[in-house]
């Protein structure tokens, strides 16, 4: 009976470890996205504590001081968590060989795992072991040396170009003075360069926030900027263009549409937020309402921005472009707290998320 509890408490430390490392191996190694249950608890306790101390502040630019720390504190956190799992893994595998008691099990593998050398054994299998958990964690330091700028690197190209749209879209970023301002001083004829620009950043962040998750909630160094509001000014203006504005149709236009709203979808789908597969207007309605969108028409027409003349037929092609991206904009919004911007972050508050996002399933973010 004590040789089977022995053999079990050796499989359970032995599973521990094994689950840890291919945490470390999905968030770290793995180049495509893969979830990890143990990210997913970790991020989803720090954003509880972090939501509590949010209650204390008066203001937007508090809290997003605040919640700047909210991901590079989680990702910390990950090494930790990971250590101790395979600290408690190691330890049990250690005590079902016979090393000692529980205190003097840990401590063994405290040791080893640190490689601080002040415990040892003359057993072969257990020195084995010892040896393996000393190299496991070595290779978690480098592994985390090696991610945080390959992390960093696909920041500054998300942000670079974040913060080059204010030239053209205003602060906080608006389609209507995007194309204003390209209407005014480069020419509408120079949209089409502009969008295969967006084309290419909407598959990098599809790509990067994917397989580096932690990307998501990094905020932008100005509190008044975000890439998911920035996402949302390109894919109004493109959806404008493309439906009411009376210049040559461009298919760069919907080619960055496109692009934009399956990045969008794939990040959500990731963190398990909820959003329609295949929406269709207006059978699936949008947050914009007819009167907004006559009134934009009516400030661009003023401006002298030619339109078309069928404005019923542009909003229900505005309409069809939106309902593509429309809900997965505002969650998105809603879950990295983005500030204030025209028709993505404005209308976001009715989208609120459970707590700890218990979303589908129980499954938490």
């Known amino acids: 009976m004590d040789f089977l509890i022995k053999v079990l408490v050796f499989l359970v430390g032995f599973t521990a470890v094994a689950m840890t490392i291919f945490s470390a191996l999905s968030t770290f190694v793995l180049t495509r996205a893969a979830r990890s249950q143990l990210n997913r608890i970790v991020f989803g306790m720090m954003r509880r504590i972090f939501e509590f101390i949010l209650k204390f502040t008066g203001s937007y630019e508090q809290r997003d001081r605040i919640m700047a720390y909210y991901s590079p504190i989680s990702l910390i956190m990950l090494v930790p968590v990971w250590y101790a799992l395979i600290m408690l893994g190691y330890a049990a595998m250690y005590w079902s060989l016979g090393v000692g008691d529980w ?104 790509e990067s926030h994917t397989t580096l998750p932690a990307l998501v909630f990094f905020r932008s160094p100005r509190s008044d900027n975000s890439w998911v509001t920035a996402a949302g000014a390109i894919l109004d203006a493109a959806s404008i263009t493309q439906s009411a504005v009376d210049i040559p149709a461009d298919a760069s236009a919907s080619l960055s549409i496109r692009a934009g709203y399956l990045a969008l979808r794939r990040i959500a789908d990731y963190f398990d937020l909820p959003n329609p597969k295949n929406p269709q207007y207006p059978t699936d309605p949008i947050s914009i309402r007819r009167e907004e969108f006559d009134e934009l028409l009516g400030r661009l027409d003023k401006a002298g921005v030619p339109l078309k003349p069928d404005r019923d037929q542009a909003w229900k092609d505005f309409a069809g472009w939106r309902v593509n991206y429309d809900r997965v904009l505002l969650v998105l919004c809603t879950l990295v707290m983005a500030p204030q911007a025209p028709w993505s972050s404005d209308r976001a508050p009715k989208f609120k998320l459970p707590p700890m996002f218990i979303l589908k399933k129980k499954k938490i973010i």
């Open 103 to 206: 205190f003097a099990d840990i401590r063994y593998s405290g040791s080893s795992l640190l490689t601080l050398g002040f415990a040892t054994s003359d057993v072969p299998i257990v020195t084995i072991l010892s040896f393996s958990e000393a190299l496991i964690g070595l290779i978690m330091v480098a592994l985390l040396m090696a991610y945080l700028p390959t992390m960093y690197a696909a920041f500054s190209r998300r942000e670079q170009a974040v913060s080059m749209l204010e030239v053209r879209a205003g602060n906080p970023p608006s389609a209507l003075e995007m194309i204003l301002r390209f209407n005014r001083i480069h020419g509408l004829d120079k949209l089409s360069d502009y969008w295969k620009t967006w084309e290419t950043w909407f598959a990098d962040i599809e």
